[in-house]
């Protein structure tokens, strides 16, 4: 599926890909039981220092969890509780996974808009594709056309030829037979 987004994928060294740090599906889960459940983006500041703690407009300070949007790790199990927040989550997140659906972090899109922007680059993709084998389709039926034209005119070409010399030897046939 989706995740090697190439979008503004410059400043990511090979050896920061497939890690959270850098992935656009990493997300933050508020705990307070009394909000509704929501991901929030981890901000380009807050994945230096992930402290766990997210600013909401008049809620003020909440905690939070490190959450992987399209679960390709369970970063809450692995942040778990510690007493050390922001080590434990140095550890979990520059952790090097090799992740397949991992896909390069643009500030200020969400890890919801992160997939829809890979889902869109993967439904391009499979568009070209299939333009490309209906072309392929349509050469490859234009080839054999033209081929089994060629036949078909080789074929009548031999057939006049072969009626062309009945008929040019006939009548002298048909004179030796009435003599």
């Not at 005119?153 to 006049?160: D, M, S």
Request: positive net charge.
């Amino acid at each position: 599926m989706a995740g090697q987004n190439e979008l503004l994928n410059d400043g990511v060294t090979p050896d920061q890909r497939g890690r959270c740090r850098t992935c656009g599906y990493l997300a933050q889960r508020v705990l307070d039981a009394a909000l509704e459940p929501a991901l929030h983006e981890v901000s380009e500041a807050q994945r230096d220092t992930f402290t766990g703690e997210l600013v909401l407009a008049g809620r003020g300070v909440t905690s939070t969890v490190p959450h992987c949007f399209v679960r390709a790790a369970d970063l809450e199990r692995e942040y778990g509780t510690p007493l050390n927040r922001a080590r434990q989550a140095q550890l979990v997140l520059d952790r090097d996974r090799r992740c397949p659906r991992w896909s390069a972090y643009v500030p200020g899109f969400s890890p919801k808009e992160h997939l829809a922007y890979a889902r869109a680059q993967q439904d391009d993709l499979e568009r070209k594709r299939y333009q490309e084998r209906q072309e392929e389709s349509r050469r490859q039926f234009e080839l054999a056309l033209q081929r089994d034209s060629r036949r078909f005119q080789v074929k009548v070409t031999i057939a006049l030829i072969v009626l062309v010399l009945v008929a040019s030897v006939l009548p002298f046939a048909l004179a030796r037979l009435l003599k």
